[in-house]
């Protein structure tokens, strides 16, 4: 079977990706009025899946899911399969193999991801793309379909073009990068457009893959919106929602009493003069079949019925007694305006128990707790909680779930991390994946540290360990400070939920 050359050459970072969870994806359907399949027991397909950085981690954390991965680059696919080798894991399997070409005998799936590979392949995958949807998705089933959006590429065109032209296509992946950088320096002289200049800037520090891409792939084909729901129409599929983080969402005017059949056609126009006003770039579409129920435009009232989850910190002292607007702020720096004391109160909840969720009701009754506590009223205007709830959800400052899970919080007296974490701190190529999906930013010594956490040995005895082999490996950093930095890592992998509970014998090695 052939494979892709450029993906063989310059892998693309198998992330974890957040948007990508079926417990998020099932929490946003159900915003639109779409009930999905139950992540956990599901059958989850994806198709481009890389090395699998992105479905290993949902396959280890579901075990009675089942999960299949697809991959056209031979390097990618087998570097999946033997990691899950390694692992020992029964219920994922990362195929060699061109999505457009599947075995007859891959089944039905409740969840289907395909995440940067709808613009990024010629035609008549894209097409075969959208026919594996409609084949392979069960009834209730859930494709998540990333694609670039028209509205917002469409002033970076001329930046692809001189990329494009000025590199030689000839060369391999990596060489022909590096031309790029060269091209992209040329570029920043010669530009004048404000827009194109933050582009070119942040080329020059985003990942190698990214650029290549995007930037010079042989295919980038941006859509609008009306252009992707007719092409999901002419292979039997339907618009449900968007997974990615939003500005705004469709509202739609007199639509009190309408059934979703009858708003679609207003909501779809709507949704692409959304995409109009804001110059969006990119989507993260979910799409059904069309004999499932319709969705509609999302809906507040459904947040009740879920679970959610935030890592959020504020710079300043949290002012619960006043609606003085406050940023809190994510771990990647994306900040989250809140006003609302109640919903200040709830983010302090919910970030208090992080990775773990709380469903509506116990997230309500923290908040009531903690203003009590503070000697505060506890009484909640519960249609303006819910409304700010609901825009931070849209925005991804909360994110909703169908699935709270559990999660350890504490070290313990022997730290001892789960199997996946250690296999993705131990090798080298792989992110290693907090619990709730995310990438985690691990230097070597964290990840040497993990790596080594089999519940052998107690914190005390870590530091020591840590000790003796950054000496050995040469690297000495701030010995003096190290059992203070060794637990302070430890509670930081706790509040990523790699840790298991302590157990009185240690794994097998
Ligand atoms: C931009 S990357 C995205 C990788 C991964 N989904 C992610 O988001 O990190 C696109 C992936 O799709 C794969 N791909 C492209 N065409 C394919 C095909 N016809 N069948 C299967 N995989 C394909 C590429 O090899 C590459 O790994």
Not at 165 to 191: I, K
Not at 227 to 240: K, M, S
Not at 396 to 418: C, K, L, N, S
Request: proline share 8%; charged share 20%.
């Amino acid at each position: 079977m052939h494979t892709l050359a450029s993906y063989d050459e310059l892998p693309y970072d198998s992330l974890p990706l957040p948007e990508t969870q079926p417990d998020f994806l099932a929490a946003v359907a159900r915003l639109h009025g779409f009930e999905a399949p139950p992540p956990s027991r599901a059958r989850i397909l994806e198709l481009g899946c890389a090395q699998g950085g992105n479905l290993i981690p949902l396959a280890w954390r579901w075990p009675e899911s089942v999960c299949v991965g697809v991959e056209l680059s031979r390097v990618q696919a087998e570097a999946g399969a033997d990691f899950v080798r390694r692992l020992g894991l029964g219920n994922v399997r990362i195929l060699h193999g061109d999505l457009a070409a599947l075995p007859d005998d891959l089944g039905q799936f409740d969840y289907l991801i395909a995440h940067g590979v709808f613009s990024w392949v010629p035609p008549a995958v894209q097409a075969a793309l959208l026919e594996v949807c409609r084949r392979h998705l069960a009834p209730q089933g859930i494709a998540y379909l990333s694609f670039n959006v028209a509205a917002g590429w469409e002033k970076l065109q001329p930046l692809r073009a001189a990329l494009v032209g000025r590199t030689a296509a000839d060369l391999p992946a990596p060489a022909r990068y590096v031309q790029a950088l060269r091209v992209l320096d040329e570029l920043q002289t010669e530009c004048s457009d404000p827009l194109l200049l933050k582009e070119i800037a942040y080329l020059k520090t985003a990942a190698p893959s990214y650029l290549f891409h995007e930037y010079l792939a042989d295919f980038n084909a941006p859509m609008t919106f009306a252009e992707f729901a007719a092409r999901l129409d002419a292979h039997g599929l339907r618009y449900v929602g968007e997974a990615g983080p939003r500005r705004a969402v469709v509202e739609l005017e007199d639509a009190w009493g309408l059934i979703p059949e009858s708003m679609a056609g207003r909501w779809l126009d709507a949704e692409g003069a959304l995409d109009d006003a804001f110059a969006t770039r990119f989507r993260r579409a979910l799409v059904a079949r069309d004999d499932a129920p319709c969705a509609q435009p999302p809906q507040a009232s459904a947040l009740r019925t879920l679970a959610f989850h935030a890592d959020l910190r504020s710079d300043a002292e949290i002012d619960l007694e006043s609606a003085t607007e406050q940023d809190f702020v994510n771990p990647a720096g994306n900040r989250f305006p809140i006003a609302l004391p109640a919903m200040k109160a709830a983010a302090m909840a919910l970030s208090g128990v992080y990775p773990n969720a709380l469903p509506y009701p116990d997230m309500v009754d923290a908040a009531r707790r903690l203003l009590a506590g503070f000697g505060l009223p506890a009484a909640l205007d519960e249609a303006a909680f819910d409304a700010a709830l609901f825009q931070l959800v849209i925005a991804h400052g909360v994110m909703p779930t169908a699935w709270p899970g559990t999660f350890e919080a504490e070290p313990g007296e022997h730290p001892r991390a789960h199997a996946l974490a250690r296999q993705q701190a131990g090798s080298p190529g792989w992110v290693v994946s907090g619990a709730r999906h995310v990438a985690l930013d691990l230097d070597p010594a964290g990840r040497m540290l993990l790596a080594a956490l089999d519940g052998s040995r107690t914190v005390g005895e870590l530091a020591a360990w840590m000790r003796t082999s950054l000496q050995a490996s040469g690297r000495v950093p701030a010995l003096d400070r190290l059992d203070e930095l060794t637990r302070r890592q430890l509670w930081l992998f706790a509040r990523q939920g790699l840790l298991q509970a302590d157990r009185d014998t240690p794994d097998p090695a």
